[in-house]
Nanobody, 123 residues
Framework: QVQLVESGGGLVQAGGSLRLSCAAS????????MGWFRQVPGKEREFVAA????????YDAASVKGRFTISRDNAKNTVYLQMNNLKPEDTAVYYC????????????????WGQGTQVTVSS
């Protein structure tokens, strides 16, 4: 079992930055690929970024490429999402996910999820 707790969301003006954190419980964090997804009410959950358990590979959605960066610190059991040049369309609840078997953009394949943190970008 892995428990995930996101933090770092908030209200920011367009063009600003936020860094989301996701703290994971358990001693095998380094064996889990980690991902970030987001969801707006009434819309499907959307893949944002993922980092392989080895740290050797990352993958970003086209909509955030060049603006968002995913990273991990295995010593702190934490994954981060640095979000720069935020746009109003980035407004959503952001969820952290973990999985040992998959490194994928398909949300339903990820085993563990956090409770989410709200990010609101004003224009």
């Amino acid at each position: 079992q892995v428990q995930l707790v996101e933090s770092g969301g908030g209200l920011v003006q367009a063009g600003g930055s936020l860094r989301l954190s996701c703290a994971a419980s358990g001693r095998t964090f380094s064996k889990y690929s980690m991902g970030w997804f987001r969801q707006v009410p009434g819309k499907e959950r959307e893949f944002v970024a993922a980092i392989h358990w080895s740290g050797a590979s990352t993958y970003d959605a086209a909509s955030v490429k060049g603006r968002f960066t995913i990273s991990r610190d295995n010593a702190k059991n934490t994954v981060y999402l640095q979000m720069n040049n935020l746009k109003p369309e980035d407004t959503a609840v952001y969820y952290c996910a973990a999985d040992q078997q998959h490194f994928t953009t398909i949300g339903r394949l990820w085993d563990y999820w956090g409770q989410g943190t709200q990010v609101t970008v004003s224009s």
